[in-house]
């Protein structure tokens, strides 16, 4: 049975100007689960503190909700650089996933980007970038399995820059290019689905993936793409625009999956919180049309 979560914001969620318009962080979660949410995704930087990620997984765990994890790209972390200097630092990321783990008593989701080539802050030619990240991927896999049993290590598809890859590239922006990215490894693909439908529009890969990456999706981040006047904008409730997340969640049925789906909708696109809840629902049923509770 797929597992349907929600994005959240973590600055947000201890925002009290936010919490006024929503609701504090524990009886979010219980919201949240009454509402059929199972989990729910934060994203973490180089300030986020493993404090307040570990008090979040308690807050949410005494609802019955888990955590999914997603360190952003920063200094530290950039993967097309990735070195002996580096994995510290990741390590330090692992072994907050697998605190979080802990307290929650269900496997993290961790998901990873693949970095950039060709643009700042360190502009590695596309070749070197490319093995950096190989080699960052291999190292994640070897060190979950070596010590961090209950972490998995997802690779997420990126939004392309452009239809070509001249200038900048977000390693692992097309469904090949992201298996690239981690094969010889154990590790999943966690599938955007606005990401991969950008790519589909500006042509730079077709618009449905083959089996080899579906058979490899682990994690889902669902969510709409609308066009605005200054181009793309992600993160909408399905069913607003351009997405053709029906033909993905198809495809991802027929492949019997059964893990994690996250609606990757942020709750800033409702007015407050009945309107977020009922919309969560709504989107809640959309999914499960194709992955039955």
């Not at 349907?4 to 949240?32: C, H, S, T």
């Not at 650089?81 to 697998?98: E, H, M, V, W, Y």
């Not at 307290?103 to 993290?108: D, M, N």
Request: net charge negative; glycine share 6%; proline share 5%.
């Amino acid at each position: 049975m797929a597992l349907i979560g929600q994005k959240l914001d973590l600055d947000d969620i201890y925002n009290a100007d936010w919490q006024k318009r929503f609701a504090e962080p524990a009886v979010l979660g219980a919201m949240l689960r009454e509402c059929g949410i199972s989990f729910v995704e934060f994203s973490s930087g180089e300030d986020t503190s493993r404090e307040l990620i570990l008090q979040t997984a308690e807050e949410f765990s005494s609802n019955g909700v888990f955590l999914s994890l997603h360190p952003h790209l920063y200094k530290e972390l950039s993967p097309e650089i990735f070195g002996d200097s580096r994995k510290p630092g990741i390590k330090n990321i692992l072994l907050t996933a697998q605190k979080t783990a802990g307290i929650t008593g269900v496997p993290v989701p961790l998901v990873f980007h693949g970095g950039r080539a060709e643009w700042e802050p360190y502009f590695r030619p596309m070749k070197e970038a490319l093995l950096s990240v190989k080699a960052f991927f291999r190292w994640i896999d070897q060190a979950v399995t070596d010590s961090f049993a209950d972490v998995v290590p997802l690779c997420e598809t990126q939004i392309p820059w452009s239809e070509s890859d001249e200038g900048m590239v977000r390693l692992g922006d097309t469904y090949k290019s992201c298996l690239e990215l981690i094969h010889e490894t154990e590790i999943g693909v966690c599938w955007d689905f606005g990401h991969t439908c950008r790519a589909s529009m500006i042509g730079k890969q077709g618009k449905f993936p083959d089996d080899h990456f579906l058979s490899r999706v682990s994690h889902v981040h669902a969510h709409d793409t609308i066009q605005t006047l200054s181009g793309p904008d992600d993160h909408y409730p399905l069913d607003k625009a351009l997405a053709p997340w029906r033909e993905y969640c198809a495809e991802l049925a027929r492949h019997e999956y059964d893990d994690t789906i996250l609606l990757e909708v942020n709750p800033n696109r409702y007015n407050n919180i009945y309107d977020f809840l009922q919309g969560t629902r709504d989107n809640i049923l959309k999914l499960r049309d194709y992955f039955p509770a």
